[in-house]
Nanobody, 117 residues
Framework: QVQLVESGGGLVQPGGSLRLSCAAS????????LGWYRQAPGKQRDLVAT???????NYADSVKGRFTISRDNAKNTVYLQMNSLKPEDTAVYYC???????????WGQGTQVTVSS
């Protein structure tokens, strides 16, 4: 069992930056593949970025070059550094953890990011 708690969301002006954090507890964090997803009002939940248990990263085309995902296994935390934010980045951002072989799939409660002037 893994519990995920996101933090770091808020209101930011276009062009600004935010760093989201997701703290995990309850299991061996380092074996999990981790990801950030987002869901805007009236839309489906979409992948933003993932990082595997060996550090391999993947990004949605819409955030490449602006967002960076990273993990600190010693702190049981995954981060999403978001730069050059745009109004279309406004969404609830969710942290996800997936066990690579057992298929366990966990989600956080989400954190709101609003990009507006």
């Amino acid at each position: 069992q893994v519990q995920l708690v996101e933090s770091g969301g808020g209101l930011v002006q276009p062009g600004g930056s935010l760093r989201l954090s997701c703290a995990a507890s309850g299991s061996i964090f380092s074996v999990y593949n981790l990801g950030w997803y987002r869901q805007a009002p009236g839309k489906q939940r979409d992948l933003v970025a993932t990082i595997s248990n060996i550090g391999r990263t993947n990004y949605a085309d819409s955030v490449k070059g602006r967002f960076t995902i990273s993990r600190d296994n010693a702190k049981n935390t995954v981060y999403l550094q978001m730069n050059s934010l745009k109004p279309e980045d406004t969404a609830v951002y969710y942290c996800n953890a997936v066990h690579p072989s057992r298929g366990y799939d966990y989600w956080g409660q989400g954190t709101q990011v609003t990009v507006s002037s």
